[in-house]
């Protein structure tokens, strides 16, 4: 949730060149604060419960805390350590690094709190021989935010070997993937080293490749 506080910072002092309030934001955001909620509210059902274990009990707290304090630490890194003054970068590179670093945010979020706490929650209600509706809106949290998480690095690794490919064959210094022909979902930018090899710079200018265009 502290996620929330941070990326707002970053697009209200204009940090990325792309970053907006729009519909995946408030979607992200939304089903973030779902699923840690939910763990805490998991704790709550079951800490006076004389049939989980105590071990157990402290555990799923334990998760749930992981996933705040990483969430907290994390997104203040993140936000105060990408803006472009802060390594002479542009603002279109600022927001690659940006976006690189919150999917790596992701992805450590699903191993600290949620594969944990699903594999947990789950081994309870083994053991209690009940399924009840707060173990089942915890897990459908975790499972619909680590969702996201894949579905979101899945696009970010495929259109960058697409980017990287018409860069390498069309001498492009820029290619961004567009949604529907008016949002911008991923910039890559040519780089001396890094994801395009140390080929000279290219001079054929930027080139927009877009996705489900049913805006036209």
């Known amino acids: 949730m502290c996620s929330i506080c ?12 792309r970053e907006k309030f729009d519909f995946c934001f408030f979607f992200t955001k939304t089903l973030l604060v779902y699923d840690i909620v939910t763990d805490f509210l998991y704790w709550n059902d079951i800490r006076n419960d004389d049939a989980v274990p105590m071990w157990a009990r402290w555990l799923v707290l334990v998760f749930a805390c992981c996933g705040v304090l990483l969430d907290f630490f994390g997104s203040f890194y993140i936000c105060s350590t990408s803006p472009p003054d802060s390594w002479g970068k542009d603002e279109e590179e600022a927001s690659n690094r940006y976006q690189l670093r919150q999917r790596r945010l992701g992805l450590a979020m699903i191993l600290v709190e949620d594969l944990p706490q699903i594999a947990l929650s789950s081994w309870i209600t083994y053991e209690k021989q009940e399924v009840t509706n707060l173990f089942l809106i915890t897990v459908a949290g975790s499972l619909l935010n680590m969702l996201r998480v894949f579905v979101l690095n899945c696009a970010y690794i495929s259109c960058a070997a697409r980017a990287k490919r018409i860069m390498i064959e069309e001498k492009r210094s ?5 949604l529907c022909g008016c949002y911008t979902l991923f910039s890559y930018k040519w780089a001396p080293v ?3 090899g140390s080929m000279s710079y290219p001079e054929g200018g930027s080139r927009d490749v877009e996705v489900l265009c049913c805006c036209r």
């Open 6 to 17: 941070a990326d707002t910072l970053w697009r209200c002092f204009g940090m990325g060149a």
């Open 194 to 196: 890094g994801y395009f």
């Open 174 to 178: 820029l290619v961004r993937v567009r």
